[in-house]
């Protein structure tokens, strides 16, 4: 299975700034999905990225929210933009090679 | 879209027991099954899935069986052991194998009481 990591695993954050999680994996992916877990939930998809396209974002999330790079077969990053409290999560990346492996999470904490 | 439902959501056995944890799902056209193990601050790991060709899977003392029909899938934990405690996550996705996002049910806290 790929290995994956995510930068950085946790940070606090002041309300209306940003910011962006990598993604890294040891191995070229076709497609890097990202999920949202809120505290104590099950998880949510954000968006689908594919390497040289846009990301296709699921109802509920927008691209000016969570914008998503993928600039190629090992690596994606996630913005969270403009923060508010709601937005404390965890976010996990995570990658196809016939299942789905994750990453082990950042841990988002928006003050 | 597709809509999954987990039950129970907290489940206590003793050790040495069986757990089952069981989930439906909406969409008839979802083809692929995985089970998911979460523990305290880490990301979730795949232990078991199961395709729509087949009924059943089993591995060591895991096993998931699926039911199309009925729209069900369930996951069987046998021996438990303390280690098992954790939170478990059914999920269904439509193409399977990673080429779409899954949906995921809301979670069973598994207890192993010792």
């Known amino acids: 299975s790929a290995v994956i990591s995510q930068k950085p695993s946790r940070d606090i954050c002041q309300r209306g700034t940003s910011l962006t999680i990598q993604c890294q994996v040891d191995?070229?992916?076709?497609?890097m999905f990202w999920y949202r877990q809120q505290p104590g939930q099950s998880l949510t998809l954000i968006a689908t990225?594919?390497?040289?396209?846009?990301?296709?974002?699921e109802s509920g999330f927008v691209i000016d929210k969570f914008p998503i790079s993928r600039p190629n077969l090992t690596f994606s990053t996630l913005t969270v933009s403009n923060m508010s409290p709601e937005d404390s999560s965890i976010y996990l990346c995570?990658?196809?090679?016939?299942?789905?492996?994750f990453g082990p999470g950042t841990r988002l904490t928006v003050l | 879209g597709e809509n999954v439902e987990q039950h129970p959501s907290t489940l206590s056995v003793q050790e040495g027991d069986s757990a089952v944890i069981k989930c439906t799902y909406s969409d008839s056209a979802s083809n692929y099954f995985p089970w998911y193990k979460q523990e305290l601050g880490k990301g979730p790991q795949l232990i078991i899935d199961i395709r729509s060709n087949v009924g059943e899977k089993k591995d060591q003392r895991i096993a998931v069986t699926l039911n199309k029909t009925a729209k069900h899938f369930s996951l069987h934990i046998t021996e438990t052991q303390p280690e098992d405690s954790a939170v478990y996550f059914c999920?269904?996705?439509?193409?399977?194998?990673?080429?779409?996002?899954?949906?995921f049910g809301k979670g069973t806290h598994l207890i192993i009481q010792p």
């Open positions: 191995s070229q992916v076709t497609m």
């Open positions: 999920a269904a996705s439509i193409y399977g194998g990673g080429a779409d996002g899954l949906t």
């Open positions: 990225a594919n390497q040289g396209s846009e990301a296709t974002y």
């Open positions: 995570s990658v196809d090679q016939r299942e789905q492996f």
